[in-house]
C-alpha cells in the first residue's frame, strides 16, 4: 500500500516552455502533497505544500508564479513549471501524506521527475 | 524542527549489521524520529520512525537512546541492494521534512 506515482519520469523541454508533473496517491487519499527539488549530489528540498481544495504553501526563496501547484482531488497534485529556464533542470519529487494513518507525519514518496531543460 | 548530524559516508561488508547513526540533539518532546533511505535517481522511500521506544520492522530496527538525543538506523544483514543515501528527519505534526545531507551507505560485497 501507499504507492505514489509521479508521470512523466522525465522530460526534456525548451527554454520558455511549460511543464506539467503529475503526483498520484494510488491507493488512498491525500489531504496534503509535498514537492520537492533536488540537484545533483544534492539533498532534496522542500518547495511547497498542496492542500486538497486550497491554496499550496511554498518554501521562502521559492516563485510561486513560476512553481504552479493545483491540489484539485484527494489522489491528485500537480506541478507546472512555467517559462522554463536551464537553472530549472533539476529532479521533482513529490510526495503524500495519510490524513488517516495513526502516524500522520509518514511521507509517502513519488519516483520522481527528471527535468531537463535545453 | 530539530537538526540532525550524520556520517557522511559508510561502508559495509555484505551480510554483516550496518549501523548508521543520527545525531539530533536538539529534538524537542513530541517529535518523531524518521528514517527514509534514497537510492539512485528515485524517490526517498520510508524504513522506520520512532517516538521513545525502539522499533523493529522487516526492513530495520531502530534504537533510540533514552535521552532522545539521538538514534542509529540497524539494517541486520545488509545486502548490494541497501546501498543508498540515508536520512533520518525528526519530525513533529506539521509534515514538514527538512532533509539534511545523509550518511551514503555502501555495501560492499
Known amino acids: 500500500g501507499a504507492v505514489v506515482s509521479q508521470h512523466p519520469s522525465w522530460v526534456i523541454c525548451k527554454s520558455g516552455t511549460s511543464v506539467k508533473i503529475e503526483c498520484r496517491s494510488l491507493d488512498f487519499q491525500a489531504t496534503t502533497m509535498f514537492w520537492y527539488r533536488q540537484f545533483p549530489k544534492q539533498s532534496l528540498m522542500l518547495m511547497a505544500t498542496?492542500?486538497?481544495?486550497?491554496?499550496?504553501?511554498?518554501e521562502q526563496g521559492v516563485e510561486k508564479d513560476k512553481f504552479l501547484i493545483n491540489h484539485a482531488s484527494l489522489t491528485l497534485s500537480t506541478l507546472t513549471v512555467t517559462s522554463a529556464h536551464p537553472e530549472d533542470s533539476s529532479f521533482y519529487i513529490c510526495s503524500a501524506g495519510s490524513p488517516s494513518g495513526v502516524f500522520t507525519d509518514t511521507q509517502y514518496f513519488g519516483p520522481g521527475t527528471r527535468l531537463t531543460v535545453l | 524542527d530539530a537538526k540532525t548530524t550524520q556520517p557522511t559516508s559508510m561502508d559495509c561488508a555484505e551480510g554483516r549489521a550496518a549501523n548508521l547513526p543520527c545525531n539530533h540533539s536538539t529534538i524537542s518532546g513530541n517529535e518523531y524520529v524518521y528514517w527514509y533511505r534514497q537510492i539512485h535517481s528515485q524517490g526517498p522511500q520510508y524504513i522506520i520512525h520512532g517516538l521513545k521506544n525502539n522499533e523493529t520492522n522487516e526492513m530495520a530496527s531502530l534504537i533510540i537512546t533514552e535521552d532522545r538525543k539521538s538514534s542509529t538506523l540497524i539494517l541486520p544483514h545488509a545486502t548490494l541492494r541497501d546501498t543508498a543515501v540515508y536520512y533520518c528527519i525528526p519530525t513533529s505534526g506539521t509534515y514538514k521534512y527538512i532533509f539534511g545531507t545523509g550518511t551514503r551507505l555502501k555495501v560492499l560485497a
Open positions: 498542496s492542500n486538497e481544495g486550497s491554496k499550496a504553501t511554498y
